[in-house]
């Protein structure tokens, strides 16, 4: 397998614009996650999924941040619109319901 | 609550010294704890857990952790550190087995690690 896949790696975008963050889990894995790494507040968790609905979504920071599913082998983190503060890394990791979890190489977002 | 604490932001160590980065965990139930690496620009690789038995776990590249019940902690070791083992290092916990309730992980702030020659 060739582990958890993110695209893009990076992505530079306009303050307002829409941003869409995709991510392959590892087959077989029945949960996904979405995290955020900025030096500030350190590897915050967004939301996850279980089986493709979505579990705990309690991190998500406000209504602009959207995140789907739509089958075990794709899930999206979209911002619209975006601002700078959004500037950040974002991980996607799945994991077996009894494995540890594996990361994505991560996009880096910056919002100019 | 679950969380797990690193009190020290940087470790320095000598190359072929032993180095010891901390984790100190607050649970309610069975703890399970895990330690991560990250490279930079890279993402987080796994590099040991404990979930039940042996208090000392091994793990890659030649790190283990010893899970302390009564001192709450979840330190990572190795013998004899390496200039490659240079990286910033994650302790997370596991907020518990239940199966769709609570497999997501909560990190601490991290640790990053220098290793000199």
């Known amino acids: 397998d060739a582990g958890v896949i993110q695209s893009p790696r990076h992505e530079v975008t306009e303050m307002g614009q829409e941003v869409t963050l995709r991510c392959k889990p590892i087959?077989?894995?029945?949960?996904l996650f979405w995290y955020r790494q900025t030096m500030m507040r350190g590897l915050e968790l967004l939301i996850y999924?279980?089986?493709?609905?979505?579990?705990?979504d309690s991190g998500m920071p406000e209504d602009r941040f959207s995140a789907k599913m739509p089958n075990a082998s794709f899930s999206t983190l979209k911002i619209q619109p975006s601002e700078p503060r959004d500037s950040a890394v974002y991980f996607c990791a799945s994991s077996g319901e009894n494995t540890e979890a594996f990361f994505g190489q991560g996009t880096r977002l910056t919002v100019v | 609550a679950q969380s797990v604490a690193q009190p020290e932001d940087q470790v320095n160590v000598a190359e072929g010294n032993p180095l010891t980065v901390k984790c100190t965990y607050s649970v309610s139930g069975n703890p399970y704890l895990f330690w991560y690496v990250q490279y930079p620009n890279r993402g987080l690789q796994f590099l040991l857990k404990?979930?039940?038995?042996?208090?000392l776990v091994k793990g890659s590249y030649g790190f283990e952790a010893e899970f302390n019940k009564s001192q709450t902690s979840f330190h990572l070791k190795k013998p004899s550190a390496l200039v490659s083992d240079s990286a910033l290092y994650f302790c997370?916990?596991?907020?518990?087995?239940?199966?769709?309730?609570?497999?997501?992980?909560?990190f601490g702030t991290g640790t990053q690690l220098k290793v000199e020659l």
């Open positions: 997370a916990v596991r907020h518990g087995m239940v199966t769709g309730g609570g497999n997501k992980l909560t």
């Open positions: 999924f279980n089986n493709n609905v979505p579990i705990d």
């Open positions: 087959s077989g894995h029945d949960y």
């Open positions: 404990y979930i039940t038995g042996d208090n």
